[in-house]
């Protein structure tokens, strides 16, 4: 688990602490760069939305992969994971990550939000097509 503060600055913190864990686990490629990706616009979306603190943690178990992201501070709108209100590159994260994960799950907890997303990934030393 890594915690900080909920900045956009800090996001790439979060996603080499990511790939880092990822790496030790034997992740092929393809899925740490998915998970990297997903753990990226989770922490990006927090920063930007959420409160002042973020925690962020990833666990493995067997092939599942969670990645659960809680952001501390006042419960505003919930993320929405389709559309945008604007056209530009935002507002997109939450479909991104919508698409690659096998789950999401968003909350309201008592002082933010939960982001958890979870996925399947290829056994160690197996090797991406």
């Known amino acids: 688990m890594i915690a900080l503060l909920a900045e956009e600055r800090q996001v790439r913190m979060v996603r080499r602490f990511a790939a880092a864990h990822l790496s030790c686990w034997g992740l092929t490629e393809q899925d740490r760069d998915c998970v990297v990706l997903i753990v990226g616009e989770l922490a990006g979306n927090a920063a930007r939305h959420g409160g002042t603190d973020m925690t962020v943690s990833l666990s493995l178990t067997d092939r599942d992969l969670c990645i659960d992201v809680v952001d501390t501070g006042p419960s505003g709108r919930p993320p929405r994971a389709h559309g945008s209100e604007a056209e530009d590159e935002h507002g997109r994260g939450l479909g991104i990550v919508d698409h690659l994960a096998s789950w999401t799950d968003f909350r309201a907890e008592?002082?933010?939000?939960?982001?958890?997303?979870?996925?399947?990934?290829?056994?160690?030393?197996?090797t991406a097509a």
């Open 110 to 126: 008592r002082d933010g939000w939960r982001s958890r997303a979870g996925l399947r990934v290829a056994p160690a030393g197996s």
